[in-house]
C-alpha cells in the first residue's frame, strides 16, 4: 500500500516562505508522477504544482507561477513544494498526490493521497 506523508506546513505571514515535504513509503517512487493540489474552506481541491517521473518537466497553475516550485527527490522517496511570497490567498490544506499518467492538473489522474498538511497565511 502506497502511503504519503506531508509535513512542512505552519503559520507564515504574507510575504513569507515554507517548504513543504512528501515522503513515500510502500510503492516505486519513481513510477508516479506527483503532485500537489490544496483545498481552501468551502472551495473545491485545486491543483497546484505537478512533477514527472524523472523531474524533467513540470506544471504549476497560474496562481502559484514565479512563487512555488516543486522538485523531487527520487533516491529519497521525496517531493517538495517550495512556496515563496505566500499570500493569504495561499491559505488551505495543501496535499501531495501520486499519480499514473502525465495528466497533471487532472485530479482522476492521481490513486494515491496523503492526510494533508495546513497552510495559513496572515495578512
Known amino acids: 500500500q502506497v502511503q504519503l506523508v506531508e509535513s512542512g506546513g505552519g503559520l507564515v505571514q504574507a510575504g513569507g516562505s515554507l517548504r513543504l515535504s512528501c515522503l513515500a513509503s510502500?510503492?516505486?517512487?519513481?513510477?508516479?508522477?506527483m503532485g500537489w493540489f490544496r483545498q481552501a474552506p468551502g472551495k473545491e481541491r485545486e491543483f497546484v504544482a505537478a512533477i514527472t517521473w524523472n523531474g524533467s518537466g513540470e506544471k504549476y497553475a497560474d496562481s502559484v507561477k514565479a512563487r512555488f516550485t516543486i522538485s523531487r527527490d527520487n533516491a529519497k522517496n521525496t517531493v517538495a513544494l517550495q512556496m515563496d511570497n505566500l499570500k493569504p490567498d495561499d491559505t488551505a490544506v495543501y496535499y501531495c498526490?501520486?499519480?499514473?499518467?502525465?495528466?497533471?492538473?487532472?485530479?482522476?489522474?492521481?490513486?494515491?493521497w496523503g492526510q494533508g498538511t495546513q497552510v495559513t497565511v496572515s495578512s
Open positions: 510502500g510503492g516505486t517512487f519513481r513510477d508516479y508522477v
Open positions: 498526490a501520486g499519480g499514473s499518467r502525465w495528466y497533471p492538473a487532472d485530479r482522476s489522474n492521481y490513486n494515491y
